[in-house]
């Protein structure tokens, strides 16, 4: 029996990232699935970390326990290096990737403070999207093709957010309207 045999399919969540007019918007879903089950309807997988003073916007995907360990390693970075969210993400990821207990854990992060917007992944990614937007998760390439296209608009960073959020649910099965919202400004 392979490892990924040994645990049922949980499925579930989108999280987008949009940066515009001087705000970044990070919303998420609210619904988690064990294969065709749901089993959540109201998770929250945004959250608000202020370590020292420093407010970041955190959105996951992935194992809810594996992110939890994820964010609190975040938060210990920042707190060692308080403002410099780049140089945070790339430790954290360096030790996700390095660590033995670490790379086992299956999940991603959105992370911003405001002024940068980062993707950190298992694999030691950090990434920096184009077109300031960042989705993850089993309905993310619907968020990001939603959101790219309502770019262009004069709809607010909140509302391309949450109008990304809801096309996705539409179409996505492990996606509901269920958004938890979050809002930073640069």
């Known amino acids: 029996m392979s490892e990924t045999d040994k645990f049922p399919g949980w499925h579930g969540t989108t999280i987008v990232g949009v940066k515009k007019g001087g705000k970044v918007v990070v919303a998420g879903d609210g619904q988690v699935s064990l294969g065709p089950t749901i089993i959540k309807g109201t998770a929250r997988k945004v959250r608000r970390i202020s370590p020292g003073g420093y407010d970041v916007v955190c959105g996951f995907a992935g194992s809810t326990a594996d992110a939890f360990t994820l964010l609190e390693r975040l938060e210990a970075k920042l707190e060692a290096s308080p403002g410099k969210l780049a140089k945070s993400c790339v430790e954290l990821a360096k030790d996700w990737r390095m660590d033995k207990y670490l790379r086992n854990l299956e999940a991603m992060l959105i992370v911003t403070d405001g002024a940068d917007l980062f993707v950190i992944t298992g694999a030691g990614d950090v990434l920096e999207p184009e077109n300031d937007i960042a989705a993850i998760g089993s309905g993310g390439n619907f968020a990001l093709a939603a959101a790219r296209a309502l770019m262009d608009t004069d709809q607010d960073a909140e509302t391309i957010a949450r109008r990304?959020?809801?096309?996705?649910?539409?179409?996505?099965?492990?996606?509901n309207g269920n958004m938890t919202v979050e809002v930073i400004e640069s």
């Open 164 to 175: 990304a959020l809801t096309i996705a649910a539409e179409i996505c099965v492990y996606t």
